[in-house]
């Protein structure tokens, strides 16, 4: 069988089981798409957190029986600690995560800070130490990417008043990113046009769009559109999903096949990852749940 024939029918295999809904066994997954990672522009992730294994070893050997090539992993929680929750600061720790991910032939595509979700990063004391702790960990593990979410209390599209003091930090982050060779992907609910002016305001190529489809819907936006207003260079990864309620592939409100086509013309390439799009039926059914969709996202972005 020549490789045109192979790819083929391993489309027609994807595509089959995505439109019946049925998710396959836990070890089906990783036979499945064993040469996903290898051989596509577009990689696909799941975000340890939502698959209810935040900084568990565990959501290496799950990550792999949904099907997908790499793993977001969180840096842990904040609350009133001075800095992140997390089990990486340990060298002997942060090794068994990594030989974890190289045995499983798993990527680790970012580190997230969602701690940042409930705490105000325009407010917030300490907030230089929490940064420099996650490079210091991008570092040690290789990985180039941090989630840097805005969170609801520096929404700066409800409170334009903080941009100031968010542009200001960002700013002293930068160069320590830069020095890093890291990038910190912010996401923002902000619309693509003034997202890029704030981009541009910051002007440093470590601080970058971590771009959710769930922000452009949420806010009746066209995500093909925001992503051509942002652009190539402005964006280092894509949170590849939609609020809960229904899989992506029975989700009006996202054409993923017109997405793919404006980043196969934008020539992006990088990580997808999936954060959410949970059938309502089932919210906590993870498998169920996040095999449907990262099938669908592979049927879209890696076999067309």
Not at 138 to 148: E, I, P, S, Y
């Amino acid at each position: 069988m020549n490789n045109s024939q192979s790819s083929r029918r391993r489309f027609l295999a994807q595509t089959a089981i995505v439109s019946t809904g049925v998710a396959l066994s836990q070890n089906s997954w990783a036979a499945f798409f064993a040469d996903a990672s290898k051989s596509h522009r577009y990689k696909v992730a799941v975000v340890d957190l939502m698959i209810l294994k935040r900084q568990k070893l565990g959501a290496f050997q799950l990550s792999k029986d949904i099907g997908a090539d790499g793993v977001e992993v969180d840096m842990g929680g904040l609350g009133n600690r001075e800095t992140f929750d997390s089990q990486l600061t340990n060298p002997e720790r942060r090794q068994q995560f990594l030989d974890k991910a190289k045995e499983l032939n798993l990527e680790i595509c970012s580190l997230g800070m969602t701690g940042f979700f409930a705490q105000s990063f325009a407010k917030r004391g300490g907030v230089d130490r929490m940064v420099q702790d996650c490079i210091d960990t991008m570092k040690a593990m290789n990985v180039k990417v941090a989630f840097l979410p805005l969170g609801v209390n520096s929404d700066l599209s409800k409170n334009p008043e903080l941009r100031p003091a968010v542009i200001e930090r960002l700013k002293m982050i930068a160069p320590k990113a830069e020095d890093a060779g890291v990038v910190i992907g912010i996401e923002t609910s902000l619309r693509a046009t003034d997202e890029a002016r704030l981009l541009d305001e910051i002007g440093s190529k470590a601080i970058k769009s971590y771009f959710n489809f769930a922000n452009a819907l949420d806010n009746g936006r066209d995500v093909s559109e925001e992503l051509k207003i942002l652009g190539k260079k402005r964006i280092c990864q894509i949170h590849c999903s939609n609020t809960d309620g229904v899989w992506l592939q029975n989700d009006p409100e996202i054409d993923l096949k017109k997405v793919k086509k404006t980043l196969d013309k934008m020539k992006w390439e990088g990580w997808l990852v999936i954060e959410r799009s949970r059938d309502a039926k089932d919210p906590r059914n993870v498998k169920w749940n996040f095999s449907a969709n990262t099938a669908y996202v592979k049927s879209v972005f890696q076999n067309s």
